[in-house]
């Protein structure tokens, strides 16, 4: 390998169109008859991915290690190897027919790196690492995010393996199944990640941008409430008479939209579980349930969004002389990726050249857990009219090359000192 300067570093490209075929070539697997994918995690499908990858980097000169969840981290060697790797990657599993993008675009951009790298004979100080995080999804597997999770030490190893599919499936049984079960679990050191993602959202297409520099993510807050009223016969009980639970129902969804709206524009509400007791058709409901949740990137509007709320809700409850509770089950902080790392994306594509703002991100992504034990930090590119997890999910060449690029910038930078 030659001796490369920073110099010529800063015009090493990846091969956009051979990223393309491997994204084509990976989304035969597991192919819906819509143009999507289905591979839902430690599936039959997801193993043919998998082999595929394994080969893909193996061919690249990579070592490769599977670790306990299954997830496998392909290792370019460095210069010094004794030093911490920088690493990059996302998931290859997908929603039930889901798009060919989501998650499988960081996993093969960051092949394409090393592809490059490889390519033009450089050799970077700090070895260089692509992960394909087991079950990010959670769409076979709950929670989410599970394995990255494991890696982070936001869960315990066994409870990871113990979680079951709808079948009474356990992950661990399946990753023995598919011959992914690893020995351990060896986290260690990160100089730095970059998971590299669609947007999943409308907002970098709808202002003709190419790249998201990606500052954190949202903050969660989830409830559940419920009304508590009368049930009464549809015909006898006069309008004046009814204690009608389901409308509270319908002033705690405007609740939560005016909430959210006030809180703009970077505020989001849910109210998207309902449930009606006795759920006739000529029954005033007595009871009322239904789950809400609150995103937000900072604490503190997340705090204010909290106390409106149940502020709202007893005054509805006054209001329509319902009993109410609402409980806050599940809290999850907002995210702020690493300045540093942020500040590398930023003036990576900033060189590239591509249109680009800062934005936050609105779904869950590995990154968030890797973000609690590595300096983080992620790259977004567009989506067409923000579609995903959908079998509609698709972006442009030109974007996925854009991406790319500013991937392989960005490791250069953090793999080089
Ligand atoms: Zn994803």
Same mark, same amino acid.
């Given at each position: 390998?030659?001796? $490369?300067?920073?110099?010529?570093?800063?015009?090493?490209?990846?091969?956009?169109?051979?990223?393309?075929?491997?994204?084509?070539?990976?989304?035969?697997? #597991?192919?819906?008859?819509?143009?999507?994918?289905?591979?839902?995690?430690?599936?039959?499908?997801?193993?043919?991915?998998?082999?595929?990858?394994?080969?893909?980097?193996?061919?690249?000169?990579?070592?490769?290690?599977?670790?306990?969840?299954?997830?496998?981290?392909?290792?370019?060697?460095?210069? !010094?190897?004794?030093?911490?790797?920088?690493?990059?990657?996302?998931?290859?599993?997908?929603?039930?027919?889901?798009?060919?993008?989501?998650?499988?675009?960081?996993?093969?951009?960051?092949?394409?790196? $090393?592809?490059?790298?490889?390519?033009?004979?450089?050799?970077?100080?700090?070895?260089? /690492?692509?992960?394909? +995080?087991?079950?990010?999804?959670?769409?076979?597997?709950?929670?989410?995010?599970?394995?990255?999770?494991?890696?982070?030490?936001?869960?315990?190893?066994?409870?990871?393996?113990?979680?079951?599919?709808?079948?009474?499936?356990?992950?661990?049984? /399946?990753? *023995?199944?598919?011959?992914?079960?690893?020995? !351990?679990?060896?986290?260690?050191?990160?100089?730095?990640? &970059?998971?590299?993602?669609?947007?999943? #959202?409308?907002?970098?297409?709808? /202002?003709?941008?190419?790249? #998201?520099?990606?500052?954190?993510?949202?903050?969660?807050? +989830?409830?559940?409430? !419920?009304?508590?009223?009368?049930?009464?016969?549809?015909?006898?009980?006069?309008?004046?008479?009814?204690? =009608?639970?389901?409308?509270?129902?319908?002033?705690?969804?405007?609740?939560? %939209?005016?909430?959210?709206?006030?809180?703009?524009?970077?505020?989001?509400?849910?109210?998207?579980?309902?449930?009606?007791?006795?759920?006739?058709?000529?029954?005033?409901?007595?009871?009322? #349930? &239904?789950?809400?949740?609150?995103?937000?990137?900072?604490?503190?509007?997340?705090?204010?969004? %909290?106390?409106?709320?149940?502020?709202?809700?007893?005054?509805?409850?006054?209001?329509?002389?319902?009993?109410?509770?609402?409980?806050?089950?599940?809290? &999850?902080?907002?995210?702020?990726? =690493?300045?540093?790392?942020?500040? $590398?994306?930023?003036?990576?594509?900033?060189?590239?050249?591509?249109?680009?703002?800062?934005?936050?991100?609105?779904?869950?992504? =590995?990154?968030? &857990? $890797?973000?609690?034990?590595?300096?983080?930090?992620?790259?977004?590119?567009?989506?067409?009219?923000?579609?995903? %997890?959908?079998?509609?999910? =698709?972006?442009? *060449?030109?974007?996925?090359?854009?991406?790319?690029?500013?991937?392989?910038?960005?490791?250069?930078?953090?793999?080089?000192?």
């Amino acid at each position: 390998m030659s001796a $490369i300067t920073g110099q010529d570093n800063d015009a090493l490209r990846v091969n956009g169109g051979r990223l393309w075929d491997s994204l084509m070539q990976m989304a035969r697997i #597991g192919a819906t008859k819509n143009g999507g994918v289905t591979r839902l995690a430690l599936s039959d499908e997801d193993k043919q991915a998998r082999d595929l990858f394994v080969q893909w980097v193996q061919e690249a000169g990579c070592s490769v290690r599977v670790d306990a969840m299954g997830n496998i981290f392909a290792r370019r060697p460095g210069r !010094d190897n004794a030093l911490a790797p920088v690493a990059t990657g996302s998931h290859g599993d997908s929603q039930p027919q889901g798009g060919r993008f989501d998650g499988i675009y960081g996993v093969l951009a960051g092949l394409e790196v $090393i592809r490059s790298l490889n390519d033009a004979g450089v050799q970077t100080l700090r070895p260089v /690492e692509v992960v394909n +995080w087991t079950n990010e999804e959670g769409a076979r597997f709950a929670p989410a995010m599970v394995a990255s999770g494991v890696f982070s030490g936001v869960f315990a190893l066994e409870y990871g393996l113990s979680r079951t599919d709808g079948s009474g499936l356990t992950i661990r049984q /399946e990753l *023995e199944r598919i011959g992914y079960a690893g020995a !351990d679990i060896a986290s260690y050191p990160i100089h730095a990640f &970059y998971e590299l993602h669609i947007e999943q #959202g409308p907002i970098l297409e709808a /202002e003709n941008l190419t790249i #998201g520099v990606v500052s954190g993510g949202q903050g969660q807050r +989830w409830y559940e409430g !419920d009304f508590s009223g009368q049930a009464a016969h549809a015909g006898t009980t006069p309008m004046n008479r009814r204690r =009608d639970a389901a409308r509270g129902l319908a002033a705690v969804i405007e609740l939560a %939209h005016d909430i959210a709206v006030a809180h703009g524009p970077l505020a989001c509400a849910t109210v998207g579980s309902l449930q009606v007791t006795p759920n006739s058709r000529n029954v005033v409901p007595g009871r009322a #349930g &239904y789950t809400l949740e609150f995103r937000h990137p900072d604490e503190d509007i997340l705090a204010a969004m %909290h106390a409106a709320l149940k502020e709202g809700v007893t005054g509805i409850a006054a209001r329509l002389n319902l009993g109410s509770s609402l409980k806050q089950i599940f809290s &999850y902080p907002p995210v702020v990726f =690493d300045s540093r790392c942020v500040g $590398i994306v930023r003036a990576a594509t900033a060189k590239l050249a591509y249109p680009f703002r800062d934005i936050v991100s609105g779904a869950g992504h =590995d990154a968030c &857990y $890797i973000n609690r034990i590595a300096p983080t930090a992620m790259i977004f590119i567009p989506c067409v009219d923000g579609i995903s %997890h959908n079998e509609r999910e =698709d972006i442009s *060449e030109q974007w996925s090359t854009a991406g790319g690029n500013v991937l392989l910038q960005s490791l250069l930078h953090s793999a080089s000192s």
